[in-house]
Nanobody, 120 residues
Framework: QVQLVESGGGLVQAGGSLRLSCAAS????????MGWYRQPPGKQRELVAA???????NYADSGKGRFTISRDNAKNTVYLQMNSLKPEDTGVYYC??????????????WGKGTLVTVSS
C-alpha cells in the first residue's frame, strides 16, 4: 500500500554532518505531514522533527539550531540535514508519514529505520 524507505545513515565523527532521506511510494493521494523520529540505544523513541505539506516545521529541543527538515512534495520525500552531530544523536532514525484518510484518524506509516552512529 504505502512504503517508506530511509537512506543516508552511517558512521560519522562528532561535529560532522549527515543528510537523511525518506521516500514514500505506493498508493498515495496526499500526505499531510512527514517527520523523523529516533530511538537512542536503551531509550524510548522520540520526535526529532516534523513538517506539514504546507512547509510548517517543528523540532525537538535537542536538534534545534543543528537540524533542518525539508520536503519535496512532488517526490513525496522528506529530508533531515543534521549538522554538528553529537554522540548523543546516535540511534535508529525512523521516517513517518501521516495520510489524512484510510481511517477516522487517518493513517501513519513508518519506515524500517536507518542507523546513525556518532563517534567521539
Amino acid at each position: 500500500q504505502v512504503q517508506l524507505v530511509e537512506s543516508g545513515g552511517g558512521l560519522v565523527q562528532a561535529g560532522g554532518s549527515l543528510r537523511l532521506s525518506c521516500a514514500a511510494s505506493g498508493t498515495i493521494f496526499s500526505i499531510s505531514a512527514m517527520g523523523w523520529y529516533r530511538q537512542p540505544p536503551g531509550k524510548q523513541r522520540e520526535l526529532v522533527a516534523a513538517i506539514t505539506s504546507g512547509g510548517s516545521s517543528n523540532y525537538a529541543d535537542s536538534g534545534k539550531g543543528r537540524f533542518t527538515i525539508s520536503r519535496d512534495n512532488a517526490k513525496n520525500t522528506v529530508y533531515l540535514q543534521m549538522n554538528s552531530l553529537k554522540p548523543e544523536d546516535t540511534g535508529v532514525y525512523y521516517c513517518n508519514a501521516h495520510l489524512p484518510y484510510g481511517s477516522l484518524r487517518g493513517m501513519d506509516y513508518w519506515g524500517k529505520g536507518t542507523l546513525v552512529t556518532v563517534s567521539s
